[in-house]
């Protein structure tokens, strides 16, 4: 019996996309197990959280409300799951492989001294054994990973997993839990966020992604991308190397280290294709590249491409494009 | 200030995908003739701490477990500049999970004495767990932050930059602090001077072994590992790029807006 705990987020009052594929692999983990999901929302103030949880999968929602878990704050937040998982006492905690996710994941697996596996790909219950599996070698491999000790903390890599179905009237058991935090456990402090402005949609929701790389050479060129993108309802995404050169923010990088990206349509233009670019966009349904190099890689994984200067491509195709959209 | 810098050294990860291979047995990547590199973002990470020492003065520190041929990967970060380096150098200890790992980087940090900060790359260029600096701060007691490009000091403090989905945050917090690296325009490795490459070559790294740091066998190597590799394979991929071609660029590019239109992609 596999009792899995998601760590909920939410996005305008539902749950977050993230969590909604939190809540599938947890129920088919459950299912296959005989075992209960189990989900945690915790948060300064109540959210109205719990029936879209119980609605896509929850059997049961522990709540935690408390002034310090304001702005995710890392120490809180790891002792704030540690408390509801002794209580809870999953055989799995799966966390969403963003920010937080990322940094509360190893902490809390240190913390209840159990099993980790990061950015997982998929898992199954395979009899008694608990198979993850996920990339390694900046996505040249995938490793199939055996849990060795339980409970196993898992970070699950955003559009990966089938999301949660919606099940109108499901019901579960709600647990409001009270915290014991104390003020002085908060060692970091959020001093100012600062975020990007996003002009249209959202780089890892949007349909269309435009993405540069060194090819462009500099900053100036990404203004054509975003013309295109803006005319396609797109975002724009970059490579490590344009990222690296300050051409544009590094939140907009796309691979391995940041983002992942599953488009209907991807447009590389002037990026090679290294692996750990290739890790975050190869989910995309139409990948296009446009690259002077024939042998450049990006072609082994583009459906359609053009071998040539994107300077002298990308004003017709954009005049192209416009025209017929 | 004292800054530890932990440095990985791999087989370089930008290779060409055809000299990817895998070792049947051990389920590792296989060395063959394949060059020996500082893990991409632990030198972004020297680079953070070379200039934070020039801005407050200080010292840096080099740390790495690896085999014996490790020790290029610490002559490479005395070249760059950093003021001394310690090798962990056992080889059942290279067997370790993350835990494991980040067990004997700690009991070495205790060693050589608690710094100020230590930093670590986000994600190494072979396993890329991207866990190493939070399981360092546990296994520490610090605090930390993960996913930075920048540290600077202000009122005593560190005022750290992370970068997160959809732009970046300031974070302050208390030294000492464990911090894991992210690379933007800021933190552009340095090349290193000549001199320095000479000096390092001279200098004197003290190597490790398990019973130097007291670790006990429970705790690190094989045995202790939380997770078994089944399994390691690499996914073949079938190209069937089609190329548009067309006299000039214009028809190309043309070509392919109506390619997409067709498909119903735009
Ligand atoms: C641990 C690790 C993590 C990494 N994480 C990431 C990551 O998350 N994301 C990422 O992107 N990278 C990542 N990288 C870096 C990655 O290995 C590559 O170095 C990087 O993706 C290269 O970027 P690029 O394709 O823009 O540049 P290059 O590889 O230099 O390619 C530039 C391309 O532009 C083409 N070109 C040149 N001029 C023109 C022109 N006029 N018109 C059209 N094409 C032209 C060239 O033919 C070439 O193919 C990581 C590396 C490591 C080691
Ligand atoms: C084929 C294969 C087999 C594996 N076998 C097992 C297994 O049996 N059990 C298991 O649990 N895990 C196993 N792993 C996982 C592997 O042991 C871990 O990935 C590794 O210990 C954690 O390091 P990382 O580089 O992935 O961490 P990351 O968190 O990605 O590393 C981030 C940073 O930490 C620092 N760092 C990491 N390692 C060192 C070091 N040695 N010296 C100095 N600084 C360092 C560097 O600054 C690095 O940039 C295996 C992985 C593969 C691919």
Not at chain 1, 27 to 54: H, I, M, N, S, Y
Not at chain 1, 105 to 129: W, Y
Not at chain 1, 244 to 271: C, E, F, N
Not at chain 2, 59 to 82: D, H, N, P, Q, R
Request: proline share 5%.
């Amino acid at each position: 019996m596999t009792d899995v705990l998601i760590v909920a987020s939410e996005q305008g009052n539902l749950p977050s996309q993230n969590t909604l594929e939190l809540l599938g692999a947890a129920r088919r983990l459950a299912d296959a197990t005989q075992g209960r999901v189990k989900a945690v929302v915790l948060g300064a103030a109540p959210t109205p959280l719990t029936a879209g949880l119980f609605a896509c999968g929850a059997d049961q929602v522990f709540r935690a409300e408390h002034p310090l878990l304001a702005g995710r704050q890392g120490d809180a937040y790891v002792a704030a799951l540690a408390q509801i998982a002794a209580q809870a006492a999953p055989q799995v905690i799966l966390l969403a492989d963003d920010s937080c996710g990322k940094e509360v994941a190893p902490r809390l697996a240190h913390r209840l001294n159990a099993g980790m596996v990061t950015e997982v790909l998929a898992v199954e219950a395979d009899g008694p054994a608990m198979l993850f599996r996920r990339q390694v070698y900046g996505g040249r491999a995938i490793a199939t990973l055996a849990a060795q000790r339980f409970p196993v903390v898992a970070t699950v890599k955003p559009r990966s997993m089938a999301p949660a179905a919606e099940q109108a009237g499901r019901r579960g058991e709600e647990i409001a839990v009270t915290l014991s935090l104390d003020p002085s456990l908060a060692r970091t402090r959020l001093v100012q966020k600062v975020a990007e402005e996003v002009r249209g949609v959202k780089l890892e929701n949007a349909r269309v992604v435009v993405s540069g790389g060194r090819g462009l050479k500099g900053p100036e060129p990404f203004k054509q991308l975003e013309e295109l993108a803006q005319l396609l309802k797109g975002a724009v995404g970059a490579s490590r190397a344009a990222t690296d050169a300050g051409w544009v923010p590094a939140s907009w990088q796309v691979g391995q280290t940041r983002k992942t990206v599953s488009p209907d349509l991807y447009i590389a233009v002037g990026i090679s294709g290294a692996t750990q670019h290739l890790a975050g966009m190869t989910g995309s349904k139409t990948i296009v590249a446009i690259n002077t190099d024939p042998d450049a890689p990006i072609f082994k994984v583009a459906h359609l491409g053009i071998v040539g200067d994107y300077k002298a491509l990308l004003p017709k195709f954009i005049e192209k494009c416009r025209e017929l959209t | 200030m004292h800054i530890i810098v932990c440095i990985k050294q791999i087989i370089d990860p930008e290779i060409p995908a055809d000299q990817f291979k895998l070792d049947p047995n051990s389920m590792r990547q296989l060395r063959g003739g394949l060059s020996l590199v500082i893990s991409a973002y632990d030198q972004n990470a020297l680079e953070v701490a070379l200039q934070l020492r020039e801005k407050v003065g200080g010292k840096v520190t080099a740390l790495c477990l690896g085999e014996s041929g490790a020790m290029g990967a610490i002559k490479s970060a005395l070249g760059m500049g950093v003021d001394d380096g310690f090798l962990v150098s056992d080889q059942p200890l290279l067997e370790s999970d993350p835990f494991g790992v980040a067990h004997v980087l700690a009991k070495a940090i205790q060693k050589i004495g608690v710094p100020d900060l230590v930093l670590t790359g986000c994600v190494s260029g072979d396993t890329g767990d991207k866990v190493m600096g939070p399981l360092l701060a546990e296994a520490l007691g610090l605090p930390c932050v993960t996913f930075v490009s920048k540290v600077e000091v202000k009122d005593g403090k560190a005022l750290v930059r992370r970068i997160v989905e959809d732009g970046y945050e300031l974070v302050e917090a208390a030294f000492p602090l464990a911090v894991s690296i992210i690379s933007d325009d800021s933190n552009v490795p340095r090349y290193s001077k000549l001199r320095d490459i000479m000096a390092a070559a001279k200098k004197q790294v003290p190597t490790w072994k398990a019973a130097d740091l007291g670790l006990e066998g429970a705790r690190v190597g094989v045995g202790a590992a939380r997770l078994q590799v089944q399994d390691v394979s690499i996914p073949q991929r079938e190209s069937k790029c089609e190329i548009l071609d067309g006299e000039t660029p214009e028809e190309r590019a043309e070509g392919l807006a109506l390619r997409l239109r067709e498909l119903k992609v735009i």
